[in-house]
């Protein structure tokens, strides 16, 4: 099992839960997060002075799957979201250890 995590301009907000849907992903959580990496982000004049933090506006998604199924969500992300300019985004592929379901005790795959 393994978890994927997507950070992508709002804007592409669409298109990464088309994605998800079009793999029968399990299950999805979304986020709206502020942060900057290459991108480096802007800073806001308030009268007169440079002020609020350097970030920009992001959306995190998260969903957990089998090997195979978040291998194939992973190459469309990839191919769809993919502009070749800054802030396209980042893909993190983690491995999933163990998942439990607390209202039945299920464990591993069959959590999911």
Same mark, same amino acid.
């Given at each position: 099992?393994?978890?994927?995590?997507?950070?992508?301009?709002?804007?592409?907000?669409?298109?990464?839960?088309?994605?998800?849907?079009? &793999?029968?992903?399990?299950?999805?959580?979304?986020?709206?997060?502020?942060?900057?990496?290459?991108?480096? @982000?802007?800073?806001?004049?308030?009268?007169?002075?440079?002020?609020?933090?350097?970030?920009?506006?992001? &959306?995190?998604?998260?969903?957990?799957?089998?090997?195979?199924?978040?291998?194939?969500?992973?190459?469309?992300? *990839?191919?769809?979201? &993919?502009?070749?300019?800054?802030?396209? @985004?980042?893909?993190?592929? *983690?491995?999933?250890?163990?998942?439990?379901?607390?209202?039945?005790?299920?464990?591993?795959?069959?959590?999911?």
């Amino acid at each position: 099992m393994k978890k994927l995590t997507v950070i992508v301009k709002p804007a592409n907000r669409e298109d990464v839960i088309d994605i998800m849907e079009s &793999c029968a992903v399990y299950g999805v959580m979304e986020t709206d997060i502020t942060g900057y990496g290459n991108q480096k @982000g802007y800073r806001v004049m308030y009268r007169g002075t440079m002020s609020g933090p350097n970030v920009l506006m992001k &959306c995190k998604f998260e969903t957990v799957g089998d090997d195979k199924t978040i291998e194939v969500l992973k190459g469309f992300l *990839e191919k769809k979201l &993919c502009t070749g300019n800054i802030g396209d @985004g980042k893909i993190f592929v *983690e491995k999933v250890a163990d998942i439990i379901r607390v209202r039945t005790g299920q464990r591993g795959e069959e959590a999911l």
